[in-house]
């Protein structure tokens, strides 16, 4: 097995394993019929940011979900929308006790009503509700993939940390490791320092392999989060402390995690880099053997292609860039001539809007029942 492109950068490789995820999840057997995968990435809690989620979702149920658009549904919005009733109500008599104040949820009442998800009206000094349409649950498994191409000593560490955490909080249904394939047939740190519970994907430039399959873990059990640790010196006695998550919590912020994840979308990576630098350009992930594939000006033909992730690349520097070094602050930076903006050429706007464009019309085709929404 060959090394999978030793010298790019996390965010190349994130990338990676995310149209991976997107073209083959799962790793082994087959996903039903009725069910599709959503794949993001950087998303999770306040206390933990998984590189990279694969949502399985209900295909009927992720049609209904288009219902309510393309932005995200955030926790406040939930709180309204799963429990409004089918007749007007007072809103204080037909939702639960938020267990925050009353304020926030007229506040989400009034998004939800701009949005044109609710329907409201007064009666008096009251505001009353109605639905629209139910909520669907339409998220059946969250699977986190930490991405760590490579593995020292150190990072192993941390990571057997992450993953305790992950594990014993059992927010996510699997979670997995994705590093570089390296010559030997398994990783040694690797499998010295994770929990078993842990799956282990080897990245290299051909395939991903399955090292290890991960266990399926707890998620309608409580959870404990691990806040603080013993420091393993010596003279520290301390046990470690632990907090208890009720499992309900836990059906919440999967909610918002898989909301989160419907709205951005892996793809949404381009967003914060420069593709109206006369350098950016896509290409085709196979292998970095491959020739180049386009420049920005056949963004179209690149993107549009099943074979093959297409992935940020930068003529100047001639390898994939990272997604911090792809701003405006880079010294290479040259914005795309004017001309390639006009009329006369083949790409409407240039290429740098084809390739936010396309890659913005790729992220809707994940997310069935959209365009009728
Ligand atoms: S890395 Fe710099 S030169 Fe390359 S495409 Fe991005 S902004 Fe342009």
Redesign the pocket.
């Known amino acids: 097995m060959r090394r999978s492109g030793a010298g790019d950068s996390e965010f190349v490789f994130e990338l990676r394993v995310c149209a991976w995820a997107e073209r083959n999840w799962p790793p082994a057997g087959d996903l039903d019929s009725d069910t599709v995968v959503l794949v993001a990435r950087q998303l999770g809690t306040r206390s933990r940011r998984w590189d990279t989620i694969v949502i399985e979702a209900d295909r009927a149920e992720l049609e209904q979900r288009a219902r309510f658009g393309p932005d995200r549904l955030d926790s406040d919005l939930l709180h309204v929308l799963r429990d409004a009733p089918t007749e007007w109500a007072y809103y204080r008599e037909a939702l639960p006790d938020p267990g925050y104040p009353w304020r926030y949820v007229r506040e989400a009442i009034h998004r939800a009503a701009d949005r044109g998800i609710l329907e409201t009206r007064k009666r008096g000094n009251r505001i009353e509700i109605r639905r629209r349409w139910p909520y669907p649950e339409w998220a059946k498994r969250v699977i986190a993939i930490e991405n760590k191409p490579d593995l020292d000593a150190g990072a192993a560490r941390v990571l057997s940390e992450q993953l305790q955490h992950d594990v014993a909080l059992a927010l996510a249904d699997e979670v997995w490791v994705a590093t570089r394939a390296t010559d030997e047939r398994l990783e040694p740190i690797l499998f010295e320092t994770i929990p078993t519970e842990a799956g282990v994907l080897a990245v290299s430039e051909e395939e991903i392999e399955v090292l290890w399959h991960p266990r399926r873990l707890a998620v309608e059990d409580p959870g404990t989060e691990i806040t603080e640790r013993p420091t393993g010196r010596q003279a520290d006695r301390s046990a470690a402390c632990f907090e208890y998550t009720e499992p309900a919590t836990k059906r919440e912020t999967r909610r918002a995690v898989a909301e989160r994840a419907y709205e951005r979308g892996w793809r949404a990576y381009v967003e914060s880099?420069?593709p109206d630098?006369?350098?950016?350009s896509l290409r085709r992930d196979q292998g970095r053997g491959d020739a180049r594939e386009n420049s920005g000006m056949d963004a179209e033909a690149a993107i549009t292609t099943e074979s093959g992730a297409p992935l940020?690349y930068?003529?100047?520097?001639d390898r994939h860039?990272s997604g911090a070094?792809?701003?405006?602050s880079?010294?290479?930076?040259?914005p795309e001539p004017p001309t390639w903006r006009s009329g006369g050429w083949p790409i409407e706007g240039g290429p740098g809007a084809a390739v936010k464009r396309l890659l913005a019309e790729r992220r809707q085709r994940r997310r069935p029942g959209l365009d009728r929404s």
């Open positions: 880099m420069r630098c006369r350098h950016f940020p930068c003529e100047a520097k860039q070094e792809c701003s405006s880079c010294p290479e930076f040259e």
